[in-house]
């Protein structure tokens, strides 16, 4: 499986952008997918994630009500939408997944070890 995430760039703070990632070489609808970020000097934190179905399993408490990750299944691409961005969240953003349709608790989908492939990753920088 590839992922190619795109759509980053540079925005004002409180700006928005919609970031993709394009799979190819499996079974699309068949993945969990994940979005993490690394801030420069940071960790690598989780943001979001989602299952096949399109049901979204959780949120970064930092980015909840801001963000959303949603899936096309036709497109093989899943997205998030950022809205009302923030200095803290430069980073550069990947796509990850995971052949799996569910698991419990779903707290598990936060680990990035659980995810198979990595997307190479888009930088976002927000301007304050």
């Known amino acids: 499986v590839q992922l190619q995430a795109s759509g980053g760039g540079l925005v004002q703070a409180g700006g928005s952008l919609r970031l993709s990632c394009a799979a190819s070489?499996?079974?699309?609808?068949?993945?969990?997918m994940g979005w993490f970020r690394r801030a420069p000097g940071k960790e690598r934190e989780f943001v979001a994630a989602?299952?096949?179905?399109?049901?979204?399993?959780s949120y970064a408490h930092s980015v909840k009500g801001r963000f959303t990750i949603f899936r096309d299944n036709a497109k093989n691409t899943v997205y998030l939408q950022m809205n009302s961005l923030k200095s803290e969240d430069t980073a550069v953003y990947s796509c990850a997944s995971v052949l799996l349709a569910h698991a419990s608790p779903r707290d598990i989908f936060r680990s990035p070890s659980i995810y198979n492939y990595w997307g190479q990753g888009t930088l976002v920088t927000v301007s304050s």
């Open positions: 989602i299952y096949p179905s399109g049901e979204e399993i």
């Open positions: 070489g499996g079974t699309f609808s068949a993945y969990t």
